[in-house]
């Protein structure tokens, strides 16, 4: 059993060797450097030759098959459809080989991972609500457009320049649409990451919901430093619901809203709602 698992290991990261820098795919793009990985994606800094920008190209997973490629053609087509300045805009798509390429704006700066776990980065709580309140308005507009991203966690948002920036639309999924392209998944994929969470409900309250959880990972960020007992785990979106409250020692209003977005109390219908009630908790803070 255990030499099936080193076989299969083995094999996967043969599969999923990264491309070198100057490596040209479609005759068009020059791999620079890798960026980011991610449990179906390998995302590259490349050139593009015919224009001279820099751009990221995400390759679907090799090891992980047919399901990282069509949840990759399956991003690609919700950017084309979603626009807005704090997402990565779609450029093309690309097939080379047995490889699937999704090809998007660049986004400079750092993941809040690579910020709070890499750079040792704190957020208090005023610091942690303005933050919460720059993911809202974006998550707003996206609800707006009739999507909801339903992947809200650390690891998908980045700063540039203090400016925050939502990727990885891979499960995103129109407001009330069914779940994506799990018909012709092993066993295997039950239990990752994706899978778990491609029957969430493609409701608004499901990504606030997450947004209640990315709070908490803001607050607990400067919690870490001041005492050293439980915290929560690297990337798990599941904080304990039960022990938060003890242990952050948050103001009555600023527990009131966790609980509403996380849906332990009155829920809010719309992100609109929960921007308004973080608002008025700012404006206490001042
Ligand atoms: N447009 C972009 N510009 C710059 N960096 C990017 C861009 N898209 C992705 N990245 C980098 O690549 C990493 C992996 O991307 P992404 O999260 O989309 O992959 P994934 O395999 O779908 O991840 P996950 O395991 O979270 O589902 C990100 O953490 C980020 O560092």
């Known amino acids: 059993m255990r030499m099936i698992s080193f076989f299969s290991s083995f094999a996967a990261a043969w599969r999923d060797y990264r491309l070198d820098s100057g490596t040209q795919l479609a005759n068009r793009y020059t791999v620079r450097e890798l960026i980011g990985e991610g449990s179906y994606g390998l995302t590259y800094k490349c050139t593009d030759e015919t224009t001279g920008s820099i751009v990221a190209v995400k390759q679907a997973r090799p090891s992980k098959g047919e399901y990282a490629k069509q949840l990759l053609v399956h991003e690609a087509n919700v950017l084309k459809t979603l626009h807005h300045p704090r997402i990565p805009g779609y450029l093309d798509q690309l097939e080379e080989g047995r490889n699937s390429y999704l090809v998007m704006t660049f986004l400079r700066g750092a993941t809040l991972e690579d910020l709070i776990f890499g750079q040792g980065r704190r957020y208090d709580e005023a610091e942690s609500v303005r933050v919460t309140l720059q993911l809202l308005e974006l998550v707003d507009d996206i609800h707006r457009q009739g999507f909801v991203h339903l992947d809200l966690r650390i ?99 600023l527990t009131t809203r966790v609980e509403r977005l996380l849906q332990l109390r009155d829920p809010y219908a719309h992100a609109s709602e929960a921007i308004a009630d973080l608002k008025a908790l700012r404006s206490l803070q001042r």
């Open 155 to 253: 690891p998908n948002v980045v700063f540039q320049e203090e400016e925050l920036y939502l990727i990885d639309f891979g499960l995103s999924r129109g407001i009330g649409e069914s779940p994506i392209a799990l018909q012709s998944q092993g066993r295997w994929h039950q239990r990752e990451h994706a899978a778990s969470r491609a029957f969430i409900p493609a409701e608004p309250q499901s990504d606030l919901e997450d947004v209640g959880h990315f709070l908490l990972f803001l607050l607990y960020s400067s919690f870490d430093t001041k005492r050293q007992s439980s915290h929560p785990t690297h990337g798990n979106r599941q904080i304990s619901e039960s022990s938060w409250q003890d242990e952050l020692h948050l103001s009555g209003e």
